[in-house]
């Protein structure tokens, strides 16, 4: 998968802090934190940058990431995020996140619009997966829908 990826740091003006959107601190040792639009890569995504064998686990959001399939990528110094830039890279997903889970971390905070955002996004994503899981349950052999 090719994805469009920016760098973000604990230094960066306007930033979160120190610690990720569930509270721990930012990782940037074996395991890297990284930002995404939760409806697009759930919290607790992991995935390798082919190129550089880097991992990176999806812990944190940003107000930019939303309806965009770029992941921000925490780097522990501002050096280190300004070489980064923006650089399309290909990821290997070692394994997908959680949708309930984001849903946990979010609706307590459904007061503030990105989080709303994320919450509508993954709430459509779910009812558009049903619907197909309903249609092709009631699909015939043939695979045309059966009246009821």
């Known amino acids: 998968m090719n ?11 306007g ?10 601190y930012l990782s940037g040792r074996i395991v890297r934190s990284a930002a995404s639009d939760w409806s697009r890569f759930p919290l607790g995504t992991r995935f390798k940058i082919v190129e550089t064998a880097e991992e990176y686990v999806i812990d944190d959001y940003g107000t930019a990431l939303v309806g965009t399939n770029t992941i921000d990528l925490y780097k522990p110094s501002r050096l280190e995020m300004k070489r980064w830039g923006v650089r399309h890279v290909d990821i290997d997903i070692l394994q997908w ?8 971390v979010l609706k307590p905070r459904a007061k503030h619009t990105t989080p709303r955002r994320m919450l509508i996004a993954l709430a459509s994503k779910k009812n558009h997966r049903n619907s197909r899981i309903a249609n092709f349950n009631s699909a015939g052999e043939n695979g045309r829908i059966a009246p009821r």
């Open 3 to 13: 994805v469009r990826t920016t760098a973000y740091c604990v230094h960066e003006r």
């Open 15 to 24: 930033g979160g802090g120190r610690r990720n959107a569930v509270g721990e």
């Open 97 to 104: 996140g959680s949708e309930e889970q984001s849903i946990k």
